[in-house]
């Protein structure tokens, strides 16, 4: 068997709210669709890194059909984690753009890194990992 991560599909109540604060983040738009039916109605804008299909895809989806889902209290059921230079310019900008800091970046140590959580303006939790002060 051969497998692969390529998407991840992020569930989202707002695509317009959200997608400004991921363009913050770094990322590029790769295309906008709609598409489905019923239940599987959705809207979506597809971003990665690079701008297109040759790197790891977030994919903001909004279920047209569905009540907006709930606000994910922490620390929820799944974080996406973004490697960054700089973590703590990166929660400054969170909070310019819609989001938040939920925990501020400090040194790990024991992993190597500099971590911080921060939460998009909808809630969901993207843990940044970067290198250590001063490293």
Same mark, same amino acid.
């Given at each position: ?87 703590? *310019?990166?929660? %400054?900008?969170? $909070?310019? !753009?819609?989001?938040?800091? &939920? ?12 971590? *911080?959580?921060? %939460?998009?303006? $909808?809630? !969901?939790?993207?843990?940044? &990992? ?6």
């Amino acid at each position: 068997m051969s497998i692969a991560m390529r998407f991840t599909k992020l569930v989202v109540g707002d695509i317009a709210l959200c997608e400004p604060f991921y363009l913050a983040m770094g990322l590029k738009v790769v295309s906008r669709n709609e598409g489905g039916e019923l239940e599987v109605h959705q809207e979506q804008c597809w971003l990665s890194a690079s701008g297109d299909m040759t790197s790891h895809v977030l994919i903001l989806s909004r279920f047209v059909e569905l009540p907006k889902p709930s606000r994910p209290s922490y620390p929820g059921e799944a974080w996406l984690t973004f490697s960054d230079v700089d973590v703590d *310019a990166t929660c %400054a900008g969170a $909070e310019a !753009h819609g989001g938040s800091v &939920v925990r501020a970046g400090e040194d790990r140590p024991e992993h190597g890194v500099r971590a *911080a959580i921060i %939460a998009d303006p $909808e809630g !969901h939790h993207i843990e940044l &990992v970067g290198p250590m002060a001063g490293a």
